[in-house]
């Protein structure tokens, strides 16, 4: 398995900008579906994009679809969240996350459970 770093995180205005890295160290980046998850005080983890180990299949949480993009860079072994338009509502602890098997096909995985590598998060703050 990865082990995973988050960073890129701080406070920003409504409408404003940022941009998530997660990079990664040990395994095989390249063979691992990976995730971004957030967690709010008092709520639970929410999926909110993820990319297949495949390049350039992407899929996206409602609440952020159209706002956010996910990309990575095999070659850096770093994985990208960029988000436009933030709402005081995106506020939240950001984690990154791989998926526990390799090569799996076709994943389209949005649960934790699913993902077996998680970094130590990073927060976001959104002010109004």
């Known amino acids: 398995q990865v082990q995973l770093v988050e960073s890129g995180g701080g406070l920003v205005q409504a409408g404003g900008s940022l941009r998530l890295s997660c990079t990664a160290s040990g395994g095989t980046f390249s063979s691992y579906t990976m995730g971004w998850f957030r967690q709010a005080p008092g709520k639970e983890r929410e999926f909110v994009a993820g990319?297949?180990?495949?390049?350039?299949?992407?899929y996206y949480g409602d609440s952020v679809k159209g706002r956010f993009t996910i990309s990575r860079d095999n070659n850096k072994k770093t994985v990208y969240l960029q988000m436009n338009s933030l709402k005081p509502e995106d506020t939240a602890v950001y984690y990154c996350?791989?998926?526990?098997?390799?090569?799996?096909?076709?994943?389209?995985?949005?649960?934790?459970?699913?993902?077996?590598?998680w970094g130590q998060g990073t927060q976001v703050t959104v002010s109004s």
């Open positions: 990319i297949r180990w495949s390049v350039g299949f992407t």
């Open positions: 996350a791989a998926d526990q098997v390799p090569f799996r096909p076709k994943a389209v995985l949005t649960t934790p459970s699913d993902f077996g590598s």
